[in-house]
């Protein structure tokens, strides 16, 4: 017993939550780790006045992937959770996942099995023996297209509307794709990539051809040779004229039109793993690997720096533009839930 609780103790200190996604009906609070699990927390019930402490613990907890990590995730319309880890991308029933979640307490520790519903294979990278993995995932309501940021250096889309195996993949980077962005219209026409190979790509969906390209590492002014070329994370504003891009180089902000870099933002010592785009406001939110979360405006001035429980943080989520309820998750087994823009009210915590 004492070594069981032991490795869950260290299991725990050393967990890393990449992503999170919300229900179709808000409620539920979905977040993945570095042990492929996929934990459930009734977020309505954690955010109530009379709320206690058993309710930011997850209600419902199932492996999504052995033996490896779940990196991604996105609730794909009204009826599926999309997870992506090492291999195929997998998607679970929101319906299922619910009533589970409903099941009494001891109904739910017997029954922490969930079947997914359908995958959907990865292109194997040429001479790697090795299976690809997604790094992100998103989903185009109106089309009803998926695509996938993989470590094959590919976006993979699929049609779900013809067919879950009809698929095309976007070429042009030359190292793993690690974030996609896509940009606003209905339907949208516009998609944005990050990669290791140092460069942020601007895609047109209509042509599967790339129309615009920015290599931060190739600006003195964003060089820092200790921490690398890479980039991590990307998005677009909502008028699809502004670029934030972040990762090795100092995060910067490009007019997208004329190609130009606009701003530059410094963060000292720190690399960007997130970064997100206010369709309303335009502010910028960065997750950075100093246990800070960042607001700027489009112009590049600080609005607001809020210290975070999460040391590295991967991942923000907006799951509510009305009340603007925030949720912030990274290298920790905490995920810090933040009621008003500028204030961490409690966190809820992975049981491992």
């Not at 995730?73 to 291999?87: K, N, Q, Y």
């Not at 299922?96 to 739910?108: F, M, N, Q, V």
């Not at 190979?197 to 599967?208: P, Q, V």
């Not at 931060?216 to 008028?239: I, N, T």
Request: hydrophobic letters at 35%; proline letters at 4%; aromatic letters at 8%.
């Amino acid at each position: 017993m004492f070594l069981e609780n032991e490795l869950a103790v260290r299991k725990r200190a050393y967990i890393t939550v990449y992503q999170q996604a919300v229900s179709p009906c808000g409620r539920y609070l979905a977040v993945c780790d570095s042990y492929g699990l996929v934990s459930l927390f009734q977020l309505s019930a954690a955010v109530s006045i009379n709320t206690v402490e058993d309710t930011r613990r997850p209600l419902f907890t199932f492996q999504a992937f052995q033996n490896t990590p779940c990196y991604s995730m996105i609730t794909a319309g009204d009826d599926f959770l999309v997870t992506g880890g090492v291999g195929p991308v997998k998607a679970f029933s929101w319906k299922e996942i619910i009533r589970k979640c409903k099941l009494p307490s001891a109904e739910r520790a017997a029954s922490s099995q969930l079947h997914e519903v359908w995958s959907l294979p990865l292109d194997q990278k040429r001479d790697v023996f090795d299976e690809a993995e997604c790094n992100c995932i998103v989903f185009d309501d109106a089309s009803n297209t998926l695509f996938a940021a993989c470590g094959n250096d590919l976006i993979q889309r699929w049609d779900l509307e013809t067919g879950r195996g009809s698929k095309t993949s976007l070429k042009g980077h030359t190292d793993y794709v690690q974030w996609l962005t896509l940009g606003s219209g209905n339907p949208c026409q516009t998609l944005a990539s990050a990669s290791e190979d140092g460069s942020a790509k601007i895609w047109d969906l209509r042509t599967s051809s790339v129309v615009k390209s920015f290599v931060p590492s190739k600006r003195r002014e964003l060089v820092r040779p200790d921490l690398g070329s890479w980039l991590s994370c990307v998005c677009l504003d909502a008028s699809n004229q502004w670029l934030v891009c972040g990762g090795g180089p100092m995060l910067s902000i490009w007019h997208v039109p004329s190609g130009e870099m606009a701003q530059s933002i410094e963060i000292p010592g720190a690399t960007q793993h997130h970064v997100s785009c206010d369709p309303v406001t335009s502010e910028i939110t960065v997750g950075s690997s100093d246990n800070h979360l960042y607001t700027y405006a489009i112009n590049g001035s600080l609005v607001r720096k809020v210290s975070s429980n999460v040391p590295v943080i991967y991942h923000t989520l907006k799951s509510d533009q009305v009340t603007q309820l925030m949720t912030v998750a990274g290298q920790s087994s905490k995920i810090d839930v933040l009621t008003n823009p500028g204030y961490i009210a409690f966190s809820l915590n992975i049981r491992v």
